[in-house]
């Protein structure tokens, strides 16, 4: 029913930047709540980031707060995760994410998930 796929993870200098992308497509997400999470080796998927398709309206974890943006294009139905300042402690797969029905933190509470995509803070 509705297609996510991540793209522009990567390999990035501790301090640097990074943007990834979620395309979606399948149907409409006027209603849609989309999220980012991210999963490190060894531990569980956590939250990182969600937005509400209509008004904009944002949240994020206290562990990126300030450096960490998401955003969206309406007219390319895609969503993007602009990141800077970047730690080692931010290497993880990360996961975009699409829910109808909650705002939430819980992965449990999305409908959809990409593929993920890896990025990598060297030290």
């Known amino acids: 029913q509705v297609q996510l796929v991540e793209s522009g993870g990567g390999l990035v200098q501790a301090g640097g930047s990074l943007s990834v992308s979620c395309a979606a497509s399948?149907?409409?997400?006027?209603?849609?709540?989309m999220g980012w999470f991210r999963q490190a080796p060894g531990k569980e998927r956590e939250f990182v980031a969600r937005?509400?398709?209509?008004?904009?309206?944002?949240y994020y974890a206290d562990s990126v707060k300030g450096r960490f943006t998401i955003s969206r294009n309406n007219a390319k139905n895609t969503v993007y995760l602009q990141m800077t300042s970047l730690k080692p402690e931010d290497t993880a797969v990360y996961y975009c994410?699409?829910?109808?029905?909650?705002?939430?933190?819980?992965?449990?509470?999305?409908?959809?998930w990409g593929q993920g995509t890896q990025v990598t803070v060297s030290s």
């Open positions: 937005i509400k398709w209509n008004g904009g309206t944002t």
């Open positions: 399948g149907r409409t997400f006027s209603t849609y709540v």
């Open positions: 994410a699409a829910g109808s029905r909650y705002w939430s933190s819980s992965p449990v509470e999305y409908d959809y």
